[in-house]
């Protein structure tokens, strides 16, 4: 993952950019299926998505014959989308 950081901070080029290896793991804020129903009898103001969101260092997915990489620049979680 620094290989790729390191490019975008210096301007690499596109080209350079897909011509990157894609890492076997990355560190990321998610959360759990074994979690996902934790949160089932509380009222909304007593869940605090602290307690569900997570970040370790996560597995790069295999793609499918139809799916892609993005590289994505920017990005954020807020309660919405835990829920």
């Known amino acids: 993952m620094q290989e790729i950081l390191d490019a975008i901070q ?5 080209e ?3 011509n990157l290896a894609i890492p076997e793991s990355y560190r990321a804020a ?4 074994d979690e996902q ?3 089932e009898g509380y009222e909304s103001a007593d869940k605090d998505p602290r307690k569900s969101l997570h970040v370790d260092e996560v597995a790069t997915p295999e793609l499918a014959p139809d799916e892609v990489y993005l590289a994505v620049m920017a990005s954020s979680i ?3 989308t835990v829920w």
Do not use: P
């Open 37 to 39: 129903t934790m949160w």
């Open 30 to 33: 998610h959360v759990r299926r």
């Open 16 to 18: 350079d950019l897909a």
């Open 78 to 80: 807020n309660f919405n």
């Open 10 to 14: 210096s301007d690499a080029s596109g």
